[in-house]
T-cell receptor
């Protein structure tokens, strides 16, 4: 299995909602990542987990809360988001904490 | 300060010809470079990479060239096919786990 899967594919939420994005990989990779991509912009790194520990937080607002329950799973908990947080959220994984990074299809998030 | 730049937002080539996508970087600490291809509504797909100790890496129709003195890399696709039409991102890594992407170049291959 060489895939990174993400659910849901699309998510619409209000500014007072709490929701979670999920990511799963079965490639035995030990590093997992969250990226945010706005339209016509490159992916921007948000968080890196290495061996299930948070190793990089790129100064992301606390309304985004990552969680790595085990080496195959990565969650992103969302609370009190703003409309400007609307974007494509991409999960990626890699063997160790080095590239190449393998991306999932993303979750298209819309905040109303 | 944008550390990875793709100065051509778009490129159009004829099927069967060579496509050359360019990327410049400013951070001399980058030691690993990658190219990704992205279709609309999908995540980026890894294409090819090169370590800073090499100047060329080839994989089928794709070749990446690295010129460290000029801080420049390029992706050559030959022959180009209509299915290659996508957005191509150049990416670089200096520290384990941290990535920097360029803005992307939209390649259109005309039949």
């Amino acid at each position: 299995d060489t895939e990174v899967t993400q659910t849901p594919k699309h998510l619409v939420m209000g500014m007072t909602n709490k929701k979670s994005l999920k990511c799963e990989q079965h490639m035995g990779h030990r590093a997992m990542y969250w990226y945010k991509q706005k339209a016509k912009k490159p992916p921007e790194l948000m968080f890196v987990y290495s061996y299930e520990k948070l190793s990089i937080n790129e100064s992301v607002p606390s309304r985004f809360s990552p969680e790595c329950p085990n080496s195959s799973l990565l969650n992103l908990h969302l609370h009190a988001l703003q409309p400007e947080d609307s974007a494509l959220y991409l999960c990626a994984s890699s063997q160790g904490a080095k590239p190449p990074w393998f991306f999932g299809p993303g979750t298209r998030l819309t905040v109303l | 300060d944008q550390q990875v730049k793709q100065n051509s937002p778009s490129l159009s080539v004829q099927e069967g010809r060579i496509s050359i996508l360019n990327c410049d970087y400013t951070n001399s600490m980058f030691d690993y470079f990658l190219w990704y291809k992205k279709y609309p509504a999908e995540g980026p797909t890894f294409l090819i990479s090169i370590s800073s100790i090499k100047d060329k890496n080839e994989d089928g129709r794709f070749t990446v060239f690295l010129n460290k003195s000029a801080k420049h890399l390029s992706l050559h696709i030959v022959p180009s096919q209509p299915g290659d039409s996508a957005v191509y991102f150049c990416a670089a890594s200096a520290n384990a786990g941290k990535s920097t992407f360029g803005d992307g170049t939209t390649l259109t291959v005309k039949p």
